[in-house]
């Protein structure tokens, strides 16, 4: 693990030394980028075209999440500290630094293996993340995406939209009979698409894949709630007791299934390991983990922030509504006007001496992607401000990276949000917000960009 005056030196030698540096790398002053900041998600479409018009690459300070035992500790004492990054913002060279193998995932990658073993131990709730897929460089891993890549190619993902179908649908009869519980009729029936709908969908399909038994879903849902980002110290300290909690639930869930097998992915890749050398316990968790995390609490931005969209371009929804197969392009466009993940929350760090744009990166320094930033280049998309449905070339969007790291459950996010647009409209054309938009608050789990809350009517 890095720390953070190891950062800074990185960044200030290189201004020192002055080797190789071609151009001065513009500052993105007064501003720290922090996306578990409702007000930073706010503002930052002005903040990255601000960013924008200074240059591909300028120099920020961002908040970061607490990655060792110093840094949480000053956060839970109050402290907010911060770290310098270079943050690339422009659409054609963030795809291209994504492609580009000198940055590397994996935060000990420029260390030597002494100072590696001198790096303070990984807190044990934080374990499964930093050995996981996305933190991991080839070889690798290589070898561990290809053991999952099949489970999530798009053939596979195709042959379960009945069951995405299914879900959704029972989750919106739910909603329905609940309301009439209630005593409310179309359409002025209430319910927070939040928690009845856009999260149960994808936490219920995820689970369905790994093989989590119904009984413990409660459980395991609560023990998985990632509020990483909430600064409060007793909130943090229940989520480090949860992610812990639910490491030992997954391993004791993998003795259950080594003794009776199902038709599941866990199922699957505790086979493949028993099969050979292809990975080992500590892999397993981390997989297993990233899996049932990535796969749900991403996706439920994505429906959310589709349905705010809509809801707020009503000419864009009235095209929806005439036109259903418009559903695709719902979900490429949201994902580039208002994507999960407005930047890599884990920078990537130069391997060696290089350039971006002209500007000169050393070797150590945090390299910070800007997804977001990048959906709205203007050199890229024409008019980017504005929510498109119809878009030409939405695809083309970063909201998933790109190149190794390019987000294995796409296909399945793609077919989830495809699914619950075209039902939820179809089923309820009426549905509306129920409360003024202004006063939605940006502020999904995780630090991504979403709404925790979504009251509607329909
Ligand atoms: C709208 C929904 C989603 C968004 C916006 C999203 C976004 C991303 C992004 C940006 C990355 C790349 C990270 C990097 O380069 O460091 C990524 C990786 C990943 N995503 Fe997703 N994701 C979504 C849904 C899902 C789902 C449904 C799953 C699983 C079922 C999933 C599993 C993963 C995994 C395992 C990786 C790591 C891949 C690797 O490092 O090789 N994601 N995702």
Redesign the pocket.
């Known amino acids: 693990m890095t720390t953070l005056s190891k950062e800074t030196s990185a960044l200030h030698a290189s201004k020192e030394n002055g080797r190789g540096a071609t151009k001065e790398v513009p500052v993105l002053e007064g501003v720290v980028l922090d996306r578990s900041d409702p007000a930073f998600l706010a503002r930052s479409p002005e903040i990255y075209a601000e960013a924008r018009a200074k240059g591909p690459v300028v120099r920020a300070r961002h908040y970061p999440f607490p990655r060792d035992e110093e840094e949480r500790k000053s956060v839970v004492a109050g402290n907010r500290p911060t770290g310098d990054v270079l943050f690339v913002n422009h659409y054609e060279e963030a795809a291209a630094a994504?492609l580009d193998d000198r940055l590397a995932?994996d935060p000990y990658a420029r260390m030597t293996p002494e100072q590696r073993a001198n790096m303070p131990p990984v807190p044990e709730e934080l374990r499964p993340i930093v050995y996981?897929?996305?933190?991991?460089d080839p070889p690798d891993?290589t070898r561990?995406?290809k053991l999952?890549q099949p489970g999530?190619n798009a053939r596979a993902m195709e042959a379960l939209r009945p069951r995405i179908q299914r879900i959704t649908d029972e989750l919106l009869d739910k909603a329905e009979r609940e309301a009439a519980a209630r005593g409310e009729s179309a359409p002025l029936r209430q319910m927070d698409l939040v928690k009845a709908f856009a999260y149960p969908l994808?936490v219920t399909?995820?689970s369905d894949?790994l093989g989590i038994p119904e009984e413990d879903r409660e459980t395991v849902a609560r023990l998985g709630e990632l509020r990483i980002e909430n600064r409060d110290p007793v909130v943090m300290q229940e989520t480090r007791k949860h992610l812990v909690e639910f490491s030992r639930y997954l391993v004791e869930l993998f003795e259950r299934k080594r003794r009776a097998p199902g038709d599941d992915m866990i199922s699957q890749m505790i086979q493949a390991q028993e099969d050979g050398d292809k990975l080992n316990e500590k892999e397993l968790l981390s997989?297993v983990f990233?899996?049932?995390l990535?796969?749900?609490?991403?996706?439920v931005?994505?429906i959310g922030n589709g349905v705010v969209a809509l809801l707020t371009h009503p000419e864009q929804l009235a095209r929806f509504k005439a036109d259903p197969t418009l559903a695709k392009g719902v979900?490429e466009e949201t994902?580039r006007y208002w994507?999960?993940?407005d930047y890599?929350?884990?920078t990537?760090t130069a391997k060696e001496d290089m350039e971006i744009a002209g500007v000169s990166i050393p070797k150590g320094a945090q390299v910070m992607?800007g997804?977001g930033s990048a959906n709205r280049d203007p050199a890229q998309f024409d008019h980017p401000e504005a929510y498109d449905i119809s878009r030409e070339g939405a695809h083309r969007h970063?909201?998933?990276?790109?190149?190794?790291?390019?987000?294995?459950?796409?296909p399945?996010?793609?077919i989830?949000?495809q699914i619950a647009f075209e039902t939820l409209f179809r089923r309820f054309p009426d549905l509306r917000l129920a409360v003024p938009a202004e006063t939605l608050r940006w502020g999904g789990a995780a630090g991504?960009r979403g709404f925790r809350e979504l009251p509607v009517l329909f």
């Not at 970063?398 to 796409?410: D, N, P, S, V």
């Open positions: 994504l995932s996981s897929l996305l933190m991991l891993h561990l995406r999952v999530f994808p399909v995820i894949m997989m990233l899996l049932y990535a796969g749900h609490v991403t996706t931005n994505l979900v994902l994507g999960p993940v890599l929350g884990a990537r992607i997804l970063i909201a998933f990276g790109k190149g190794i790291h390019l987000c294995l459950g796409a399945l996010a793609r989830e949000g991504l």
